[in-house]
């Protein structure tokens, strides 16, 4: 029965680990990470990484109470969730169509590509967009400018790319990464600034996905996989080492950068906020 569920679930964009998971929280319960990690025979933050993907896709809540405790969404309100947000990709997709495709073909037609030679190739699937990142960060000298919205640090983190980014604050590369901070990604965000990235907060980004090296070159996300998590999802990428193209990108993200939060002082906003609720339920439940 269990393999059946999970079966279906998968449908809704859950991974095969995803769906497990949540099918038992579904039949035993609010359980925490430590009592999750026994029933799948896991590590601690291997769940965590789980779980942190399944708030994000609304199917998991967790309590304020120390320790943290995780509880299902019921079945209804979780799978509508899911056909939302495929509806809203769709969507978004929709409405971007245009824009990529004017893009794309103004960067075909420019005498710049006939000239110097530059050149672009789509990249399907997220594990060869993970690829086409890392490298792009193992050649950039000076700088790199990174945007996502909200699951995209949290997506570094799990795949181990944040390291890559790490590692090149440690050779001198200066590194500034827009995003979404809330309260589920804080802990990846952390991370990414103790290893001397820059982080910005951007309340609500709904733009594309992008990734500019040294103004030189740039990995875009025409289309992002929100069914599947993990290296199997099937995102499709546009990289281009056109110079005008990285520059046009960069200067995107200036603008957001300049209307953008420092991170230190969004997650104590987080914090507080998460605290005042923690107080409120306490003098509820006396």
Do not use: C
Not at 50 to 67: A, D, F, H, N
Not at 241 to 263: H, K, M, P, R
Request: hydrophobic letters at 40%; zero cysteines.
């Amino acid at each position: 029965m269990q393999e059946a569920l999970i079966e279906k679930l998968e449908a809704f964009g859950l991974s095969a680990k995803e769906a497990n998971l949540y099918s038992l929280l579904l039949k035993y319960g609010p359980k925490t990470t430590g009592e999750l990690a026994k029933l799948l025979h896991s590590y601690r933050v291997d769940v965590y990484r789980i779980l942190e993907t399944l708030g994000e896709k609304g199917m998991v809540e967790e309590s304020v109470e120390k320790p943290t405790r995780y509880a299902a969404v019921p079945a209804e309100p979780a799978l509508e969730a899911a056909m939302m947000r495929h509806a809203y990709e769709l969507r978004w997709m929709e409405e971007n169509r245009d824009g990529v495709l004017k893009l794309a073909n103004e960067y075909l037609a420019s005498e710049v590509l006939a000239n110097d030679l530059h050149t672009f190739k789509v990249i399907k699937g997220r594990s060869n967009t993970l690829a086409a990142m890392e490298q792009l960060v193992k050649i950039a000298e000076e700088r790199i400018a990174v945007i996502s919205p909200l699951g995209g640090i949290s997506i570094l983190s799990g795949s181990g790319l944040l390291e890559r980014f790490i590692d090149a604050t440690n050779r001198g590369v200066r590194v500034r990464y827009v995003t979404e901070i809330l309260l589920r990604n804080i802990d990846s965000t952390r991370d990414a600034l103790a290893g001397g990235i820059e982080v910005r907060h951007y309340e609500d980004y709904a733009g594309v996905r992008f990734l500019v090296a040294d103004a030189r070159e740039s990995l875009t996300t025409i289309t992002f996989d929100s069914r599947r998590h993990g290296r199997e999802a099937a995102d499709t990428a546009f990289w281009t080492n056109s110079a005008e193209y990285a520059q046009y990108l960069e200067a995107s993200f200036e603008l957001l950068w300049d209307n953008s939060v420092d991170a230190v002082k969004r997650i104590d906003h987080v914090l507080a906020d998460a605290q005042k609720i923690r107080q409120g339920t306490a003098k509820n439940s006396s």
